[in-house]
């Protein structure tokens, strides 16, 4: 079993930026794709972003293209997600979550089996 923390949130005005980090105890985090989720207030958990075991594939949603980049240093046992251009639509709190399974890039809250306990971003305006 994994333990995750995510750390790195705070609140910052529109247009700047943050840098979250997901840190594994327990286990490697090697072995797992790690995906970042985030949840608004009054709205359902949606997927971030999602980096491969190997950190050679990755995956964005829609509204954070270009202006999120997600990362992993395995010999750290950490993931990122650098965060740039912040809007308020991106307020919410922020989730790391481990998939054991890694033939491909899933985006399902269900498919994840390790969580951690979230960090608040809040972009004001």
């Known amino acids: 079993q994994v333990q995750l923390v995510e750390s790195g949130g705070g609140l910052v005005q529109a247009g700047g930026s943050l840098r979250l980090s997901c840190t594994a105890s327990g286990r490697t985090l090697s072995i797992y794709n790690i995906g970042w989720f985030r949840q608004a207030p009054g709205k359902e958990r949606e997927v971030v972003s999602v980096i491969a075991w190997s950190g050679d594939g990755t995956y964005y949603t829609g509204s954070v293209k270009g202006r999120y980049t997600i990362s992993r240093d395995n010999a750290k046992n950490t993931v990122y997600l650098q965060m740039n251009s912040l809007k308020p639509e991106d307020t919410a709190v922020y989730y790391c979550?481990?998939?054991?399974?890694?033939?491909?890039?899933?985006?399902?809250?269900?498919?994840?089996?390790?969580w951690g306990q979230g960090t608040q971003v809040t972009v004001s305006s």
């Open positions: 979550a481990a998939d054991p399974s890694r033939w491909q890039l899933r985006v399902g809250t269900a498919s994840y089996d390790y």
